[in-house]
C-alpha cells in the first residue's frame, strides 16, 4: 500500500510528457525529462518576467552579453547574422575541474504569431559551421528553444527547453546534476538583467506588442 501511495503522489509531478518538476523556487519552475532513449535529461524552465515583449527578446538576441546571464558561459560571439530572424552564435562554455571546457555554435531562429504575439526561437546545432579549437571540445548534439508569451501589459512568461550532450566521456550523472541549477540560475540572473536600459528600450523590427 506505501509503494502505491509513493508511486501516485510522484506522479502528481509529473505531466502527460513526461516532464516531471525538480524545482520551484522564485517564481521559476524547472521540469526534466528522458525522451528518445537519451541517458541525459532534457530541461524545461519556465518564469514570468515584469518586462515587455521586445526587452526579453532582445536580451536573447544580445550574444556578447550571454556571459553575464547564462550560467556557466563564458563568452558570446555572434558569427554570422542573417536578419532580425536568425543569427548563428559561438559560445565557450567553463566547466568545473577537472573536466575540459566546452564550446557550442548554433543557429537561433526567431518568429511571432500575429494572432497570440507569442515569439518563438528554435535554436539548433550546427557545430562544422566553424573550426574546432584546441582549447575546448566542441558540442556536437544539441536542440532547444525559448518561447515568450505575453500574459498581460509588461509581463512575459518566458520558458526555455534545452537538451545537450557535451560528449567527452563525461559521466551522465555528472552532467544530469547540473540540469536543473543552471536553467534555474539563468533564469534568475534574466529577471533582473533584463531590466538595463537598453534592453528597455531596444526597438526589433519583426515585433509586435
Do not use: C
Not at 531562429?109 to 574546432?132: F, L, M, N, R
Amino acid at each position: 500500500m506505501m509503494i502505491i501511495l509513493m508511486l501516485f503522489i510522484s506522479s502528481l509531478f509529473v505531466n502527460p510528457d513526461g516532464w516531471k518538476l525538480e524545482k520551484d523556487k522564485d517564481g521559476i519552475k524547472v521540469y526534466t525529462r528522458l525522451t528518445d532513449g537519451r541517458k541525459i535529461k532534457e530541461f524545461k524552465a519556465v518564469t514570468r518576467i515584469n518586462s515587455s515583449l521586445t526587452s526579453v527578446v532582445a536580451l536573447v538576441r544580445d550574444s556578447d552579453a550571454a556571459k553575464d546571464w547564462y550560467n556557466h558561459v563564458e563568452s558570446g560571439t555572434p558569427i554570422k547574422v542573417f536578419d532580425e530572424k536568425s543569427s548563428i552564435v559561438h559560445l565557450k562554455l567553463n566547466f568545473p575541474f577537472p573536466a575540459t571546457d566546452r564550446d557550442l555554435v548554433a543557429k537561433f531562429d526567431y518568429a511571432q504569431d500575429k494572432d497570440t504575439k507569442i515569439v518563438t526561437s528554435s535554436v539548433i546545432g550546427v557545430p562544422d559551421y566553424i573550426p574546432e579549437g584546441n582549447d575546448y571540445i566542441r558540442i556536437k548534439q544539441l536542440e532547444g528553444s525559448w518561447k515568450f508569451t505575453p500574459i498581460e501589459e509588461n509581463v512575459i512568461e518566458v520558458q526555455y527547453q534545452f537538451y545537450a550532450d557535451p560528449g567527452g566521456g563525461l559521466p551522465v550523472w555528472v552532467i544530469n546534476m547540473f540540469i536543473v541549477d543552471d536553467p534555474y540560475k539563468s533564469l534568475k540572473r534574466m529577471q533582473g538583467f533584463v531590466q538595463q536600459d537598453k534592453y528597455q528600450s531596444a526597438v526589433i523590427g519583426f515585433i509586435e506588442e
